[in-house]
T-cell receptor
Framework: DAGVIQSPRHEVTEMGQEVTLRCKPISGHDYLFWYRQTMMRGLELLIYFNNNVPIDDSGMPEDRFSAKMPNASFSTLKIQPSEPRDSAVYFC????????????FGQGTRLTVV | AQSVAQPEDQVNVAEGNPLTVKCTYSVSGNPYLFWYVQYPNRGLQFLLKYITGDNLVKGSYGFEAEFNKSQTSFHLKKPSALVSDSALYFCAVRDRGTYKYIFGTGTRLKVLA
């Protein structure tokens, strides 16, 4: 398996524009997590899914953020409209539902909103 | 609520010396504990985990971690540090109820030549 795949790796956009980040989890993994990493706040859990169903979105900062998982092999994180303070590295991770197993992370998407 | 704490923002160690990166946890029941490493511009990579059994867990790149139930700690160790070990290290616990991974704030390790 190629691991967790995220696209794009880098995104530069203007304030007010819509941004969509994409994630393909490892095949067979039934948990998917979206994290955001910044210098100020560290690694924050935004939302996570189990079997394509959102379980906890309490970490999503505002209504401008939304996430979907239409099937087991694809998830998106959308920001509309984007703001400069959304600039961060966004990670997707996936795992099995066996509790003592580790999560596997993608390479991340570095988002810059100017 | 389950949590982990990494008390040191940064650890400096000379190449060839042993290194320790500290982690303490607060969980109910037996914990599932993990260590991850993040190199610049990369995602988090799994290093090792504690499930049950031996308190000394061996992992990738020569790293090991010692689980101590009485001190609620899970410190990461390596007998001889390399400059290439310089990176950001995260301790994490997986919540048995929610299945979330809860990460510490990270410790930056600098190995000096």
């Amino acid at each position: 398996d190629a691991g967790v795949i995220q696209s794009p790796r880098h995104e530069v956009t203007e304030m007010g524009q819509e941004v969509t980040l994409r994630c393909k989890p490892i095949s067979g993994h039934d948990y998917l997590f979206w994290y955001r990493q910044t210098m100020m706040r560290g690694l924050e859990l935004l939302i996570y899914f189990n079997n394509n169903v959102p379980i906890d979105d309490s970490g999503m900062p505002e209504d401008r953020f939304s996430a979907k998982m239409p099937n087991a092999s694809f998830s998106t994180l959308k920001i509309q409209p984007s703001e400069p303070r959304d600039s961060a590295v966004y990670f997707c991770a996936s795992s099995l539902s066996i509790p003592n197993t580790e999560a596997f992370f993608g390479q991340g998407t570095r988002l810059t909103v100017v | 609520a389950q949590s982990v704490a990494q008390p040191e923002d940064q650890v400096n160690v000379a190449e060839g010396n042993p290194l320790t990166v500290k982690c303490t946890y607060s969980v109910s029941g037996n914990p599932y504990l993990f260590w991850y490493v993040q190199y610049p511009n990369r995602g988090l990579q799994f290093l090792l985990k504690y499930i049950t059994g031996d308190n000394l867990v061996k992992g990738s790149y020569g790293f090991e971690a010692e689980f101590n139930k009485s001190q609620t700690s899970f410190h990461l160790k390596k007998p001889s540090a390399l400059v290439s070990d310089s990176a950001l290290y995260f301790c994490a616990v997986r919540d048995r109820g929610t299945y979330k991974y809860i990460f510490g704030t990270g410790t930056r390790l600098k190995v000096l030549a």
